[in-house]
């Protein structure tokens, strides 16, 4: 079995679906890696460290010729992949929701997809979870990102000249990256508060150090440990709460995502303008659309004198802590179902119908043709 990864070619994506050490552990299963020349440049790996793991080192037609798995952080178009054998599995990112196009091309094309997005969130899937490996490090940079940008210090500090006052901190969403967001913060010795629609949170925030903030009877928890899309009476309950604690705040860290949706709105002009000068907020979800009223991808926005930030690709500022993860998450995956007399992974009933898209020539995702 040939395993190809191609250099990302979508802009601003620095990570790569293969590191020398998984390298290593596919070629112990017994496959052959071919890797793009300059596939883990931005990553911090050079085309020798993959050699001496293994891998061949060629042009992208080189690499994928007779291919039976395609590697990849974003999928990769699928007219790259016309030298692969007929029905090679692609495992990747797809943003199937929002792309389907592209799912319609590689259905056309007669690739297997692997949407590593779809991963079940199931104890036995965890090692493969893209999404919790790449978000627990963008909570990690959302906070180091902002309190460069916030330009005081986090921590109280007693000093001969008098006291300088700890941050205050407010996560909004605690899930993988919001949970990792409130840690960070305490460790930068912050005064944190976190809040999330689903009540069965608090037990984790406060676990944590912080202080666990929720409006009266709000609660909206969806499939799979993800948050609901809330009513509108819920919604007013939640814009009451943050408006009351918003404007104590020095640094807000949204973090709310909605599988297959745009981000919900979580913070308005108005609340904005209630916040101290100076304040900082990051909007972890401004590729989706934002948490934030007035966000924009890969730009600082000045509202009311406070700071709003959010990168497009949050994981890629982070690339070879990130790439590292998201390699051990695709070979945890493949490796699980690996078949040594068929040479190549065989599918169970549960993850892989789960993530799979396309599959002979047909889009077969339940969740996209439901």
């Known amino acids: ?16 679906a293969l590191t020398p050490e998984t390298a290593k552990k596919f070629i112990a299963l017994g496959a052959s890696v071919a890797v ?33 798995i395609v590697l990849g952080v974003q999928a990769p178009d699928p007219g790259l992949l016309s ?14 929701f929002q792309q389907g196009d592209r799912v319609d091309a590689y259905a056309k094309a007669g690739l297997e997809a692997l949407s590593m997005e779809f991963m079940p969130r199931i104890t036995r899937a965890q090692s493969m979870d893209v999404l919790s490996s790449q978000s627990n ?21 007693m000093t001969a000249a008098g006291t300088v006052q700890a941050a205050r901190c407010f996560v909004m969403g605690v899930g993988v990256a919001g949970l990792q967001a409130i840690a960070t913060a ?15 949170t608090a037990e984790q925030i406060t676990s944590l150090g912080a202080k666990a903030i929720f409006a009266e009877g ?12 809330l009513t509108d009476e819920q919604k007013a309950a939640q814009a009451e709460l943050v408006t009351g604690h918003i404007a104590k ?47 924009k991808p890969d730009e600082l926005v000045e509202r009311h004198g406070v700071t709003i930030m959010g990168y497009s690709n949050t994981p890629a ?29 065989v599918l169970d009933e549960e993850i892989g119908n789960a993530v799979r898209l396309t599959q002979g020539g047909k889009v077969v995702s339940e969740r996209l043709n439901g």
């Open 36 to 68: 793009e020349s300059g596939a883990g440049a931005h990553a911090s790996i050079s085309d020798a460290a993959f050699e001496e793991a293994g891998a061949q080192i060629g042009t992208a037609e080189a690499v994928t010729k007779d291919a039976g």
């Open 1 to 16: 079995m040939r395993i190809a990864v191609l250099k990302e070619r979508a802009s601003g994506e620095t990570r790569v």
């Open 137 to 157: 490090l963008s909570g990690y940079k959302a906070v180091i990102a902002a309190a460069d940008q916030y330009g005081r210090a986090f921590p109280m500090m």
């Open 186 to 200: 305490k460790r930068l010795g912050a005064q944190v508060s976190a809040t999330d629609v689903r009540p069965e």
């Open 317 to 345: 500022s982070l690339a070879p802590d990130t790439s590292a993860l998201f390699a051990r998450n695709l070979f945890n995956f493949l490796s699980a179902f690996w078949d040594k007399e068929a040479g190549k992974p």
């Open 249 to 295: 705040q020095d640094i807000v860290i949204t973090t709310a995502l909605i599988p297959g949706r745009a981000a919900p709105r979580l913070i308005s002009d108005d609340q904005i303008a209630a916040m101290k000068p100076g304040s900082v907020i990051f909007d972890l979800a401004v590729a989706q659309g934002g948490n934030v009223e007035g966000s």
């Open 218 to 229: 709000l609660e909206a928890s969806g499939e799979g440990g993800y948050a609901a899309e």
């Open 83 to 96: 030298g692969a054998q007929q029905g090679a599995m692609v495992a990747a990112t797809f943003d199937p």
